[in-house]
């Protein structure tokens, strides 16, 4: 007479069964796991894209705002001032939340978005303090401090545009800023 191996007692279909069904059960949990976190990380990567995306976005509109103010009347009166000072609570905004600088999963774009913000905040903070505190720098200084700044907006568009693949979001309403136009006078048309 020959034995089963698996056949241990008379209810050997029962512990198969239980062992096999575990063995699934843990198999699943853990698929489960899995596929869980890589939509948390897809979900926290698309958030950091669309925050940093408005950012840069918004940053954009306020230094291309501040440079057409720059230029009429005082260069670097108290309007062309607020919008700086708008301008840097707009980098105060990616300082706090650097950290989720870390959820975008490719480096290069983690390295040129982080390189942008610093060359801009550096020359908006040296400018802020020249006007805030005079005499420690003339018009000319400040005018090369800004011109470096809006020369560097230029690679804000294809670095937005690639935060906004990752965010599935097109930044384009901040397009639609009228650039160099004159404001609106909201005239209601009698029709």
């Known amino acids: 007479m020959r034995l089963n191996p698996f056949d241990l007692s008379p209810h050997g279909e029962t512990l198969v069964a239980v062992v096999v069904g575990a063995l699934l059960a843990t198999i699943s949990g853990v698929a489960a796991n899995q596929l869980e976190a890589y939509f948390r990380r897809r979900d926290r990567e698309r958030t950091a894209a669309l925050l940093f995306g408005e950012v840069l976005s918004g940053l954009r509109v306020l230094l291309e705002g501040a440079d057409r103010a720059r230029r009429i009347g005082e260069p670097y009166g108290p309007f062309t001032l607020r919008m700086l000072h708008a301008a840097r609570r707009e980098i105060d905004i990616y300082e706090r939340n650097r950290e989720s600088l870390l959820d975008l999963r490719n480096a290069a774009l983690r390295v040129d978005v982080h390189?942008?913000?610093?060359?801009?905040?550096?020359?908006?903070?040296?400018?802020?303090?020249?006007?805030?505190?005079?005499?420690?720098?003339?018009?000319?200084?400040?005018?090369?401090?800004?011109?470096?700044?809006?020369?560097?907006?230029?690679?804000?568009?294809?670095?937005?545009?690639?935060?906004?693949?990752?965010?599935?979001?097109?930044?384009?309403?901040?397009?639609?800023?009228?650039?160099?136009?004159?404001?609106?006078?909201?005239?209601?048309?009698?029709?």
Request: charged share 25%; aromatic share 6%.
């Open 115 to 191: 390189v942008m913000m610093v060359t801009i905040a550096m020359p908006l903070d040296g400018i802020i303090d020249s006007i805030v505190n005079p005499g420690s720098a003339d018009d000319q200084t400040r005018d090369e401090a800004f011109s470096f700044i809006i020369d560097g907006l230029a690679a804000l568009p294809p670095l937005v545009a690639r935060l906004g693949k990752i965010a599935r979001h097109r930044f384009e309403d901040f397009d639609r800023i009228p650039r160099g136009a004159a404001p609106s006078t909201n005239k209601i048309n009698p029709a």
